[in-house]
């Protein structure tokens, strides 16, 4: 019982914090992240932050191909940008390349009601201005209902649970961790369409240090450059 009590303490503390919006990234400029399939290195999701007095523009960019016996059997790349004035979020844009398929999203705010508008290549209409783009840098995403597809504009129904601090050791760095997993609220979903992920935020930084999933094989993402 004082475990489950402690374990609530933490993330509701977590939680309070995290209305501070992106200010607690402010120090960083770059961050590169190396994705594993199977243990197997098959490649990056890179971060630049740039600033301009009040304004916050994230770039990222993700590529990794999949290959067996000499021949690539998927291969994905996409780029996005992401737009903040004051630690408010304005806009979201990204094109997405799976193998020879094309996805994108664009998502702005509506000067009206500050809802979000999205045109993606999966949904296009309202949502509300609570939901967060699923960009797992930004540990505000735990205090959303849902979540919005990066690479489609899908909205994603979400619960999300607090699992307990952990130690995370990627090379030579021991991480002190909050562990969360995150799960699709609708148990009506196809499982190719479902959300299961956990990710690992640095206690006191909020660094999102690494992130799991199983889907056709087991997935990481393990920070490898902060700057």
Same mark, same amino acid.
Do not use: C
């Given at each position: 019982m004082?475990?489950i009590?402690?374990s609530?303490a933490?993330?509701l503390?977590?939680?309070v ?8 990234y402010?120090?960083?400029n /770059?961050? *590169? ?8 290195s098959?490649?990056?999701?890179k971060? *630049? !932050?740039n600033r301009?007095g009040?304004?916050?523009?994230i ?5 990794f191909k999949?290959?067996?016996l000499?021949v ?20 979201y844009? %990204?094109?997405t390349k799976? #193998?020879k398929?094309?996805?994108y ?6 000067t ?10 999966s949904y ?7 939901f967060?783009?699923g @960009?797992?840098w #930004?540990h505000?995403i ?9 690479? %489609? ?5 979400q619960?999300?649970t607090?699992?307990?601090? *952990? ?6 760095? @021991?991480y002190k961790?909050?562990? !969360? #997993?995150?799960? %699709? %609220?609708?148990? @009506?979903l196809p499982?190719s369409k479902k959300?299961? @992920?956990?990710?690992w935020?640095e206690?006191?930084? /909020?660094l999102w240090?690494?992130?799991a999933?199983?889907?056709?094989? /087991? ?6 450059k902060v700057k």
């Amino acid at each position: 019982m004082k475990k489950i009590i402690f374990s609530i303490a933490i993330f509701l503390l977590f939680y309070v914090e995290s209305f501070s919006h992106v200010e607690h990234y402010k120090d960083y400029n /770059y961050l *590169e992240y190396e994705l594993f399939r199977n243990n197997k290195s098959i490649g990056y999701h890179k971060y *630049e !932050f740039n600033r301009n007095g009040e304004d916050l523009l994230i770039k990222s960019e993700v590529s990794f191909k999949i290959t067996k016996l000499g021949v690539d059997l998927y291969k994905y790349f996409a780029k996005s940008e992401e737009n903040y004035v004051k630690g408010i979020f304005k806009s979201y844009f %990204s094109k997405t390349k799976q #193998n020879k398929k094309d996805r994108y999203v664009n998502i702005e705010v509506d000067t009206n009601d500050k809802d979000l508008i999205i045109d993606g290549s999966s949904y296009k209409g309202k949502a509300s201005k609570d939901f967060i783009v699923g @960009t797992w840098w #930004n540990h505000e995403i735990i205090k959303a209902k849902a979540q919005i597809s990066g690479i %489609s504009g899908r909205i994603i129904e979400q619960t999300v649970t607090f699992l307990g601090k *952990e130690e995370v050791k990627i090379g030579d760095k @021991t991480y002190k961790t909050l562990h !969360f #997993n995150f799960k %699709s %609220s609708d148990e @009506t979903l196809p499982d190719s369409k479902k959300l299961n @992920t956990d990710i690992w935020y640095e206690e006191d930084t /909020y660094l999102w240090v690494k992130a799991a999933f199983e889907k056709t094989g /087991y997935w990481e993402y393990r920070v490898q450059k902060v700057k």
